[in-house]
């Protein structure tokens, strides 16, 4: 029997990542090359913010990937807060 999807949302991990605001456009394509890794989601920005804060939610079994792919990014992603 496989487990229930809504118990894989329970236990999801939350992870905050800084980008610059003209890295941002570049940084959600690459999220979006790798489907079904992460789902994101700007969050609140200051109207003249020179930077972007995104939410990474996934599923805790994806988060050494998600790991592996902001560690890939390099300077183009800091991570804010968990």
């Given at each position: 029997m496989s487990e229930n999807p809504i118990s894989k949302l329970?236990?999801?991990?939350?992870?905050?990542?800084?980008?610059?605001?003209e890295d941002s456009a570049l940084?959600?394509?690459i999220l979006e090359a790798h489907e079904g890794l992460t789902a994101y989601s700007t969050l609140?920005?200051?109207?003249?913010a020179l930077?972007?804060?995104v939410e990474l939610i996934f599923?805790?079994?994806?988060?050494?990937?998600?790991?592996a792919?902001?560690?890939d990014l390099?300077?183009?992603?800091?991570?804010s807060r968990e």
């Open positions: 329970m236990s999801a991990a939350r992870l905050v990542v800084r980008t610059r605001k940084l959600y394509h609140f920005e200051q109207t003249h930077y972007r804060d599923v805790e079994e994806n988060r050494r990937d998600v790991m792919l902001l560690e390099g300077p183009m992603v800091a991570l």
